[in-house]
Each structure stands twice: as C-alpha cells, then as structure tokens.
C-alpha cells in the first residue's frame, strides 16, 4: 500500500493535461472511458489527483471513476516503465517454456510480473497469446516481437533498449 501512495504523491502534481483533457469533452456523454483512455495517453497511467479532479469536474463520485479504471485492463493505476514487456502466456508459448522466459527476465530485471524498474527503463508483464504462435515462444517489448527465444537471449535483447 504504501508503494502505491508514494507513486501517488508526485509534487507538485501537473493539472493542465487533465484541465485541457475535461474542457474538451465537457458537455459530451458517456465521455468516462474515452476520457480515462485521454488521461492516460497523457500522463501514461492514471495518476491519482487526475481522477480526483476528473470526479470533482465532473461531478461523479470518485469510486466510480476508480471502478472502471480497475475494471478494464487497458488502465494502468501506476506509473510504467519506458519500455513495456510483454511475454506470451498463451498456449503454445506456455508448452514452449514461456515459464522459463519469465524467470529469466524477472531476475534479469529484479522484477515481479507486473512491476516496474526503479530507473522506469522497463515494466513486465504477462499477456495471452499475442498471436505469433508460430514463433513460440514470444515476447513482445513495446512494438517489437522476439520469438523461438531462449533464456539466454534475454540478456542481449534486453541490451537494445
Ligand atoms: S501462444 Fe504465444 S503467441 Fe500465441
């Protein structure tokens, strides 16, 4: 809890995104999500105070605002990283030793699966099939797709970002 607060704590906090963001879709309806989807495109998650002075703008209640951010997994509450790994839990990654992938750059990166490098160069997370089967198995780091991986091809791709 308290790793979440500090993230939550940035000081002092830059409103004029979320200012522009509320003025463009004032008046409009049904805006939460697209809304949301701006904020975060914005500032690259959902900071705390955002919400905060999306529910008072608007006049919705703040929790509301925080259940469709945590409903969807689209949004992220966090801040993440530069880089966003994604590696393919999906069926034929998971046969192809996705499992042993994901050991190797949780200790390559001294990360948790859905967790962030202090330096913000890198956030890891587990995805389902991304669709490059044939290349099982996969992980994808922001647009670019590595595949038939090993673990020891871990550490030189990571060294290209
Ligand atoms: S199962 Fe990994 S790309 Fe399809």
């Known amino acids: 809890m308290k790793e979440v607060l500090k993230c939550y704590t940035e000081d002092p906090f830059d409103y004029k995104p979320v200012e522009e963001i509320i003025t463009r879709f004032q008046g409009q309806k049904g805006t939460m999500i697209p809304i949301l989807q701006a904020i975060q495109d914005a500032y690259g998650y959902l900071p705390r105070q955002a919400l905060e002075y999306m529910a008072a703008k608007l006049k ?14 689209q949004f992220h509450l966090k801040p993440r990283g530069a880089n966003i790994i994604r590696v393919c839990q999906g069926t034929a990654c998971h046969v192809r030793g996705a499992a042993k992938i994901m050991k190797k750059l949780q200790e390559e990166l001294n990360l948790e699966v859905g967790g ?10 587990s995805v389902a099939c991304i669709g490059a089967c044939g290349l099982a198995p996969v ?17 030189d791709i990571l060294k290209q970002f």
């Open 116 to 125: 962030t490098t202090e330096d913000m160069k890198f956030t890891l997370e």
């Open 60 to 73: 919705i209640p703040f929790s509301r605002i925080f259940g469709v951010a945590t409903f969807y997994a």
């Open 139 to 155: 992980i994808m780091i922001n647009d670019d797709t590595f595949g038939r991986l090993t673990p020891d091809s871990i550490s």
